[in-house]
């Protein structure tokens, strides 16, 4: 029994052995080069003494933190719709609408992005709609939404795009919850809502957190909306990274390699928390699901 025990230890260990084995293959080279600038002490000091860096770290994080607010809102709202419906409809309707609320995952986030500014710029579809009813007389009446230094383009275009991915983690072991145990309740006088917030919740909570974790990690470390949607100051850490890459000498490259390393560690310690989330309250859900 020990030594199954051990193997399946093991073997849980093994599952993210594939993914570091391409990360080393491809990257190993410039990952090692970038953590060799970060023991460089008085390089680390000139950087993280730079107002520039703690500005963009701050905002940053002020912008993920904001953002995965937004998801988990969104997706919340997303999840308990999908579970009403599966309480009523057939489970090939149900594929149907879940295809619908998953459907903005499959938009590249560049497009993704340049959607919402098309949305609520300031000669977007709503400012163009405002004007017309009359609720403004100048087109730049209407605020300013994208490219100014609150970031409120950058935590819609996350908030629309990232929640499916929350809501299709859920979904599977939602699905599984057995809806008989529904039919039990009803008969002391459970609602549906009181029967979700009690029962199912607690269960996909452990999916729901580890899906958040993922999620803000992604947004942590993501260039290409923060580059579209955001200003020239503050910038995020990754394209404070790409702008001293592109726009600075040779001398400068040190600067890029310590930020994008720190970038790393931020988000790998995302990545452990995640891991440890997934092992200790997995089994929980499935111990849930077996009763």
Same mark, same amino acid.
């Given at each position: 029994?020990?030594?199954?025990?051990?193997?399946?230890?093991?073997?849980?260990?093994?599952?993210?052995?594939?993914?570091?084995?391409?990360?080393?293959?491809?990257?190993?080279?410039?990952?090692?080069?970038?953590?060799?600038?970060?023991?460089?002490?008085?390089?680390?000091?000139?950087?993280?003494?730079?107002?520039?860096?703690?500005?963009?770290?701050?905002?940053?994080?002020?912008?993920?933190?904001?953002?995965?607010?937004?998801?988990?809102?969104?997706?919340?709202?997303?999840?308990?719709?999908?579970?009403?419906?599966?309480?009523?409809?057939?489970?090939?309707?149900?594929?149907?609408?879940?295809?619908?609320?998953?459907?903005?995952?499959?938009?590249?986030?560049?497009?993704?992005?340049?959607?919402?500014?098309?949305? +609520?710029?300031?000669?977007?579809?709503?400012?163009?709609?405002?004007?017309?009813?009359?609720?403004?007389?100048?087109?730049?009446?209407?605020?300013?939404?994208?490219?100014?230094?609150?970031?409120?383009?950058?935590?819609?275009?996350?908030?629309?795009?990232?929640?499916?991915?929350?809501?299709?983690?859920?979904?599977?072991?939602? +699905?599984?919850?057995?809806?008989?145990?529904?039919?039990?309740?009803?008969?002391?006088?459970?609602?549906?809502?009181?029967?979700?917030?009690?029962?199912?919740?607690?269960? +996909?909570?452990?999916?729901?957190?580890?899906?958040?974790?993922?999620?803000?990690?992604?947004?942590?470390?993501?260039?290409?909306?923060?580059?579209?949607?955001?200003?020239?100051?503050?910038?995020?850490?990754?394209?404070?990274?790409?702008?001293?890459?592109?726009?600075?000498?040779?001398?400068?490259?040190?600067?890029?390699?310590?930020?994008?390393?720190?970038?790393?560690?931020?988000?790998?310690?995302?990545?452990?928390?995640?891991?440890?989330?997934?092992?200790?309250?997995?089994?929980?859900?499935?111990?849930?699901?077996?009763?």
């Amino acid at each position: 029994m020990n030594g199954m025990k051990k193997w399946q230890k093991l073997k849980n260990h093994l599952g993210i052995l594939p993914s570091i084995i391409v990360m080393l293959l491809l990257f190993w080279s410039g990952i090692l080069k970038s953590f060799q600038q970060i023991f460089d002490y008085k390089l680390l000091e000139k950087v993280i003494n730079k107002g520039e860096f703690l500005n963009s770290l701050v905002y940053t994080a002020k912008l993920s933190l904001c953002s995965i607010i937004l998801v988990g809102l969104i997706s919340l709202l997303g999840i308990y719709v999908l579970y009403l419906l599966s309480t009523e409809v057939d489970l090939i309707k149900l594929n149907g609408i879940k295809m619908f609320f998953l459907s903005p995952m499959y938009i590249p986030y560049l497009l993704g992005g340049y959607m919402i500014s098309n949305l +609520i710029g300031q000669s977007g579809i709503i400012s163009t709609l405002c004007y017309r009813l009359g609720c403004i007389h100048k087109m730049d009446q209407f605020p300013i939404l994208v490219n100014e230094s609150h970031g409120y383009s950058i935590i819609l275009t996350y908030g629309w795009k990232a929640s499916p991915f929350v809501v299709l983690m859920v979904y599977s072991t939602m +699905i599984k919850i057995n809806n008989e145990w529904l039919d039990v309740a009803k008969v002391y006088g459970v609602n549906r809502y009181h029967f979700f917030k009690e029962v199912v919740f607690p269960i +996909i909570f452990p999916i729901y957190l580890s899906s958040l974790f993922v999620v803000f990690a992604h947004i942590f470390a993501s260039f290409e909306v923060p580059y579209l949607l955001g200003v020239t100051y503050p910038r995020t850490l990754p394209v404070l990274a790409y702008e001293k890459y592109a726009r600075n000498s040779i001398a400068h490259r040190g600067e890029v390699m310590v930020i994008n390393s720190i970038i790393i560690l931020l988000t790998a310690s995302v990545a452990l928390i995640i891991y440890k989330l997934n092992r200790s309250l997995g089994e929980r859900v499935e111990l849930e699901l077996e009763k």
